[in-house]
């Protein structure tokens, strides 16, 4: 069942106008028309929208509220949440240029990767990274939390964005890729004919010439 408080940064217990104004936030930060209309945005805008909907209404949250207690004491873990693995599929890049971040947890009802919000348990997503800080790195944090627990664990990865010489060498060698080594024998071959050309003139001009 969905965490409508997670998807927007609530607790249980706020009032009507702390969801409203966590609303009004969220949605101007991921409105699709805001970025670009990326899919992601526009999946987390629904959420957030769905979310809004249901907690702004008091009788329809005092029914989902009921169901959440319910759905959570059934399904939580009372194991720590762990993270078996988080990767991306390059660590140095280009500004623009996409990354594929795969992650697998464990015993976790509530998994996020900042900052690009909350995910399955388990996946792969394609990113598109544009915003280094000054040193030239982008963070990357995987969030897995046990509710029940309330413990979280987190793992990081830092991309790196290429420098300039980097992505001009990367250029040219997508343009100029580097050709194979000519073999020596090839190269030699019409030296070694030219030489042998030479030595046979010279005998035949030795031969009329001196005896």
Known sequence: MKDYYY???????????????????LSLKYHPDRNDNDPYFADRF????????ILSDPEARAIYDKKLGRTQKATRSELPPVIKSFHANKIRIRPGEPVILS???????????KPY????????????????DTTGKFQIILHATNTLLNRTVAQGITITELAPGEIIRAQE???????????????????????????????M???LFFR
Not at 46 to 53: D, L, P, Q, V
Not at 103 to 113: L, P, S
Not at 117 to 129: F, M, Q, Y
């Open 7 to 25: 998807f927007l940064g609530v607790k249980r217990d706020d009032s009507p106008e702390e969801i409203r104004k966590a609303y009004r936030k």
């Open 46 to 53: 629904r959420e957030i929208k769905e979310a809004y909907e």
């Open 103 to 113: 992650w697998k947890t464990h015993n976790a009802d509530v998994v996020k990767i």
């Open 117 to 132: 919000g909350l995910v399955d348990s388990h996946g792969e997503r394609r990113v598109t990274i544009e915003d280094f």
């Open 173 to 203: 060698q997508a343009i100029h890729p580097e050709e194979p080594a000519e073999e020596i024998g090839s190269a030699t071959g019409p030296l070694m004919i030219v030489l042998a050309a030479a030595v046979v003139l010279i005998l």
């Open 205 to 207: 001009l030795y031969v």
